[in-house]
């Protein structure tokens, strides 16, 4: 992670197995719930999303970095697109309205584990002095990363506005917290009227 020497003041840091898991979870439950076809979630939309929901707001110099932090061997996001990492996501970029997003993707060598690298960018994240919002999408399902993220922002800095992102509701610590489903949902294509008529 040297090489991140540049921060911007908007970081999102996304563990990319988890969410293609996720995103693959909710496209075979909602397409047996609403009777229709999913297809990939929209990645540009999805990370939109979760600007939208960690505070970002339109500014025309604003930009964002989003890090995908995924195993070694994994090559692609499998339920997004574009998904592949080296191909269409590492050191490229899109802008729009909200912010101009710089995209790059790190697999986890074997000598350290997913989630102390993880937490490692998330604290070094935190404590940055250019860094005004971090946003972390992590497994916080298995039980261990939300108290792991519970003592790595312990101290962070109180003007730093920081949100994680889960499936399930994560008891307090020193951020904010949205549920990870919503945003997953708009970028699938999923609307809520589908939903409320089953």
Request: glycine share 6%; proline share 2%; hydrophobic share 40%.
């Amino acid at each position: 992670m040297n090489n991140l020497e540049n921060w911007s003041e908007n970081i999102i840091i996304v563990d990319a197995d988890y969410i293609d898991k996720v995103a693959f979870d909710l496209i075979v439950n909602f397409e047996r719930m609403i009777g229709r076809h999913i297809p990939q979630a929209d990645l540009a939309h999805w990370i939109d999303c979760i600007a939208l929901d960690g505070g970002l707001k339109e500014k025309d110099d604003n930009e964002s970095q989003v890090i995908f932090i995924h195993d070694n061997g994994t090559e692609k996001l499998k339920n997004f697109s574009p998904g592949h990492f080296s191909n269409d996501l590492n050191g490229k970029a899109f802008k729009d309205n909200l912010s101009e997003f710089v995209l790059s993707s790190y697999a986890v060598e074997e000598v350290v584990g997913k989630e102390d690298f993880i937490l490692d960018i998330v604290k070094t994240a935190a404590n940055h002095k250019d860094v005004r919002r971090v946003m972390v999408v992590a497994d916080c399902d298995d039980g261990t990363m939300p108290e792991l993220l519970r003592q790595a922002l312990r101290d962070a800095d109180d003007e730093k506005r920081i949100t994680v992102f889960a499936m399930q509701p994560v008891a307090g610590g020193n951020f904010r917290q949205e549920i990870l489903g919503y945003s997953l949902m708009s970028a699938l294509g999923i609307r809520a009227d589908e939903i409320k008529e089953r």
